[in-house]
């Protein structure tokens, strides 16, 4: 059906892109074409140039004849010309961030205009949901992007655009060549549903993946962080909302825009396992830690042993050494074969060189956009191809869309915003066991087949990528279909139908062919069909109303909306296929153990809103919202909830007492209120669930069902009521623009897992219990430092800190002890470490303190250890280490201060350098290599930690322990966390304007070359791959490019 689907899309693409630039008409829209647009050598014509304030060109202004057809666009110079201009006409100049000026023709056929900025953009609209408002209107906390400013980067998706550029917005970025990042504002605001922000995609909810969207298509993201601008989504919106804006086609001559990316990607720490020399070394260290009471030099090389010890000697410490003194050392040092062998050949192998590779990275897009008085279109068409960083890690997409609109007439306009997307995700990437990899392993074996244990023991890091084939496609059509009419007395009516597709296809076989690693002695060959699709749609109908009566202005909006969703799968597997496995996936028939399941799901949902803006006298606004949402997994009693909202703001500076100076020229206060809600849990959990189990009636096997979780038909919404302040300040006319917000937010009717006695026989309920507070600060500060003819510098900083904290859990109360305290009240959730009055993130372990030295082991054997174990505080000082008594809070998960610094430099005209420099800190992070390196359970003897540095009686270190490490004596387990804080100069790009007299001499409009890096340079105490990533290894890329307009 989505192939089907697809290609009528394509159809109707291209008959839109035949036909739209004409408006539906003959009047086809005039382009000029004279060489020289800066001279008016034309009959009946008009020529002339556009700058801004300062006297610079501006480049792709739209110059458009009133009530017609007839336009074009300035070019690299700021020149303009169009033909057949009668003497009485009007032009229209129009330019984002800029007046739109009206200017009368009256016979002249040279007009200059100077554009003026609208108040440094504090008028430009500002995507607020369900409509948009004048930027110095805002009465919430709203904070936008430009898609253009990250035009050099190669990108794949959405969130890598946020990645520390939003003030309260935290972005980390993902290891996964299908790039990606969690994305969460202001803090978590719930304990287990969801906390990532709602996504609205040219004005509707969006329900489908980031990936599916184009970085390239973007033209504006609009973060709305405080309940109340964010109040009118209702559902889903506790979290926040990210509204993103995609190009639009613009009255002109059609423009067509190719870029294409090519990079490399490499890991940001080249986090290496041992050297052969170095393990060598390891494993001796081992051995004489596991055996203390043997002769240290019994695990020596026989080749360098000490001046007072002879290979005889050395020998005698055996009681019955092998003939071959090599053969001997490496008996001692529980070499398996394969090892032997290898060392004797002189031959080893550098597992991450195996596994770890730069990955290619390139990306092309291509679009077309234009239109007419009546008609606007933008029509694209992206292909991104990554590998990762892990040989076999790949993702490619090809992703399309259309965007159009027509004036039908006066009072009707229609449009469709179209979204297409084919994802490949078939990639199969080896292992990271590079760490649990003897560098004397090898990847083949002597017969060419791949070595299924590479040392003889742990598992060929490539053995998944060369016998496993798997097959995985995702295809998406989402689209927007909406007419705009025009009512009488200044009402409009919007209706807006978003149908959305998506199907997978999963196709998945693990061979036991020898030659790829696999064994049919050990192994079961398995075989998996997958496939998915879900339709949904959405159902707006918007009413509004403006209307200004003297200094009252009043924007009235009316919404109701409805929304389905299915979802249906099937998977089919099978396991043992015979008699060969050559037909792979396509012969599941074949196998002796198939099964099947099936998982179909279908909610619904709707929703009533209600918004009004109000301004007095341009001084005072306030916004003030309702909204009442309906959703089919909430309890049969109140499937319903309602979310009201409310916002004021005072423009000090335009009061009649207010001594405008220079340095303080703007000046305005906002405060804002709001409740949303948080429906992010499964679609079933308020109802009770029948699974189902085989039982047999004394002759033959039957299905019987069982109720396995309870109902709660009591279950509603999770609430979030926020308060929010803020100040925004202009100074110096305007060069320095600061905005300042203090919130607090409080969430209720958590959504919860309460633990059920046994005796009811059930194990949990999903209930609502509990509350959250969260609390914190953010600052945004953009300046204009230089601004010559030759050279100007912008720069702009974010900074933002979230303090959260868990007020109530499930209600249980009594006596607990906590920080070897006796305490009463309400009991915490010791397993997940939730305790009410602290934060969600608080890290509850014990204190380390350093490692048990040499001439300490007395002390250290009332805790049952040894030199070389982690030494940590006893609270209590009773010997034992008890979780209860001795556990602390010693850090936070997230980080603390959150910081972006970048900075923009445009230099002689044609050169542009941009610098982004971002900093995460004041958390840790748990570094689970740090507790039992060199472990031998389950004979691991082959384990290979890799560059982590460990104690020995000659290594006194304190932060790290012995190999062999005991844990045992701490209670409840022992985490070992590092700092995870970094400054990391993220972004720095480069690009090259070409000149237009250049350019114009092969009929290119504009060109541009550019060269960018991402995560550049990292500085930080992290051990392990990347602060962000944690245990994967982060990619730092780069790339060059090239952009061309005809």
Do not use: C
């Amino acid at each position: 059906m989505i192939k089907q689907v697809f290609l009528n899309f394509i159809w109707i693409s291209l008959f839109l892109l035949v036909a739209v630039p004409t408006g539906f008409s003959s009047d086809v829209l005039t382009v000029n074409t004279g060489e020289d647009l800066s001279q008016n050598n034309f009959v009946g014509g008009v020529s002339g140039k556009v700058t801004d304030e300062e006297g610079e060109p501006l480049i792709g202004v739209n110059v458009v004849v009133q009530d017609s057809n007839n336009g074009t666009s300035t070019d690299f110079d700021g020149n303009y010309m169009l033909e057949n201009v009668d003497d009485d006409a009007v032009l229209v100049f129009s330019y984002v961030g800029y007046q739109t000026q009206e200017v009368e023709v009256e016979g002249r056929s040279v007009i200059d205009v100077n554009m003026v900025s609208d108040a440094q953009l504090l008028d430009e609209l500002v995507v607020v949901g369900y409509g948009t408002v004048k930027k110095s209107d805002l009465t919430g906390s709203v904070q936008r992007l430009s898609g253009e400013k990250f035009e050099n980067q190669n990108l794949t998706q959405v969130g890598e655009m946020l990645a520390g550029t939003v003030a309260g917005f935290s972005a980390n970025q993902s290891a996964s060549p299908a790039g990606g990042s969690s994305m969460e504002i202001r803090g978590p605001t719930s304990l287990t549903a969801g906390t990532s922000p709602m996504i609205v995609l040219d004005g509707v909810i969006y329900n489908g993946s980031l990936r599916d969207i184009n970085p390239a298509d973007i033209a504006t993201i609009d973060i709305l962080k405080d309940a109340s601008s964010a109040a009118i989504f209702g559902a889903e919106a506790a979290s926040g909302v990210v509204l993103i804006t995609t190009v639009k086609g613009k009255a002109g001559k059609p423009v067509i825009n190719f870029s294409t990316k090519f990079g490399i990607a490499q890991p940001t720490y080249a986090r290496k396992p041992y050297s052969p020399e170095e393990f060598i070394q390891f494993r001796a260290d081992y051995f004489r830690t596991i055996n203390p009471g043997q002769n240290y030099d019994y695990y020596t090389n026989p080749e360098n042993l000490p001046e007072n010890l002879s290979v005889s000697e050395w020998r005698d410490l055996s009681q019955s050494p092998l003939p071959d003194n090599t053969d001997e050392y490496l008996r001692r040092l529980n070499f398996f074969p394969i090892e032997q062998e290898q060392y004797k050949a002189g031959q080893t192998t550098d597992w991450y060189d195996v596994v770890i590779r730069n990955g290619v990275r390139q990306s092309h897009d291509l679009s077309l956009s234009g239109g007419s008085d009546r008609t606007n279109y933008y029509w694209s068409l992206g292909y991104v191809d990554n590998e990762g960083l892990r040989l076999g890690d790949e993702y490619s997409a090809i992703r399309s869309r259309m965007n159009v609109d027509f004036d039908v007439t006066d009072w009707l306009n229609v449009g469709v915003n179209a979204q297409f997307s084919d994802r490949d995700e078939g990639g199969v990437p080896a292992s990271y066991v590079i760490y649990s990899n003897s560098p004397y392993g090898r990847v083949y074996s002597p017969n060419g087949n791949l070595e299924r244990l590479a040392h003889g023991h742990t598992f060929n890091p490539l053995i998944n990528y060369f016998r496993d084939d798997r097959y995985r496609k995702v295809n998406s059509l989402f689209t927007n279909l909406f007419a705009d009419v025009k009512l009488p007395l200044d009402i409009t009516y919007k209706l807006s139908f978003q149908p959305r597709y998506e199907t997978m296809k999963e196709l998945f076989f693990r061979s036991t062919d020898p030659r790829l690693g696999g064994d049919p002695a050990q192994d079961q060959s398995i075989g998996r069909r997958n496939e998915y699709s879900r339709q949904e749609w959405i159902l707006d109908n918007i009413l509004k109303w403006n209307g200004e009566f003297g200094a009252h202005d009043f924007d009235v909006t009316l919404l109701y909306s409805a929304e389905q969703n299915k979802f249906w799968s099937t998977q089919q597997a099978n396991q043992n296929i015979s008699p060969n496995e050559e037909l792979g996936y396509h012969g599941l028939q074949f196998g002796d153990g198939p099964t099947i399941d099936n998982n179909d799901r279908i909610f619904t949902g709707e929703a009533f809103m209600a918004r009004i803006n109000y301004t007095l006298m341009d001084k005072y606004l306030l916004t003030a919202s309702i909204r009442r949402d309906g959703y089919s997994a909430f309890g049969q009693e109140q499937p319903r909830a309602t979310f009201p909202a409310a916002a004021l703001a005072w423009q000090i500076s335009r009061e009649n007492f207010y001594d405008e100076d220079w340095f303080v020229n703007r000046l305005k206060l906002r405060l804002s209120w709001g409740s949303n809600g948080n429906r992010d849990i499964g679609i079933y959990s308020a109802l009770a669930r029948l699974n189902s189990d085989l039982w047999f009636d004394g002759t033959t096997p039957r299905v019987g069902l069982y109720n396995s979780t309870l109902a709660n038909p009591g279950l509603v919404w999770e609430k979030t009521n926020s308060f929010n302040i803020g100040l925004d300040i202009g100074l110096m006319a305007d060069r320095f623009d600061l905005s300042i917000d203090v919130y607090d937010a409080t969430t209720t009717n958590l959504l919860m897992n309460r633990r059920l006695p046994i005796l009811t026989g059930f194990t949990n309920i999903t209930t609502n219990l509990g509350k959250l507070s969260n609390k914190g600060v953010e600052l945004t500060f953009n300046s204009n430092n230089i601004t010559a003819a030759d050279f100007k510098w912008n720069s702009s900083f974010v900074f933002s800190l979230n303090r959260n904290k868990i007020i109530a859990l499930f209600g249980d109360k009594g006596e607990y002890t906590l920080l070897g305290e006796q305490r009463n009240g309400e009991l915490p959730d010791y397993s997940n470490q939730w305790f009410p009055g602290y934060a969600i993130d608080a890290v509850w372990d014990y204190e380390r303190v350093g490692v048990w030295q040499v001439g300490e082991e007395d002390e250290a054997a009332k805790y049952v250890m040894r030199p070389g174990d982690f030494k940590s505080v006893d609270v209590n000082q009773d010997g034992k280490y008890r979780p209860e008594d001795d556990k602390q809070f010693i850090g936070f998960r997230q980080p603390r201060f959150r910081l972006g610094l970048g900075n923009d430099f445009s230099i002689l005209e044609n050169w542009t350098l941009s610098v982004f420099l971002r900093a995460d800190l004041g958390h840790i992070g748990a570094e689970s290599g740090a507790l039992n390196p060199g472990n031998e359970s389950n004979d691991r003897r082959g384990r290979n930690v890799g560059p982590l540095p460990y104690w020995t009686p000659q290594n006194p270190i304190n932060d790290y322990a012995r190999l062999d490490l005991h844990t045992g004596g701490y209670g409840g387990g022992i985490q070992i966390y590092r700092p995870r804080s970094f400054f990391r100069l993220q972004d720095i790009s480069l690009s090259y304007r070409v000149p237009s007299d250049l350019v114009e001499m092969i009929k290119i409009e504009n060109l541009r070359v550019f060269a960018s890096a991402r995560n550049v340079v990292t500085v930080t105490k992290w051990p392990n791959w990347d602060p962000e990533s944690g245990s994967a290894p982060m990619p730092k890329s780069y790339n060059f490019g090239i952009n061309l307009s005809l």
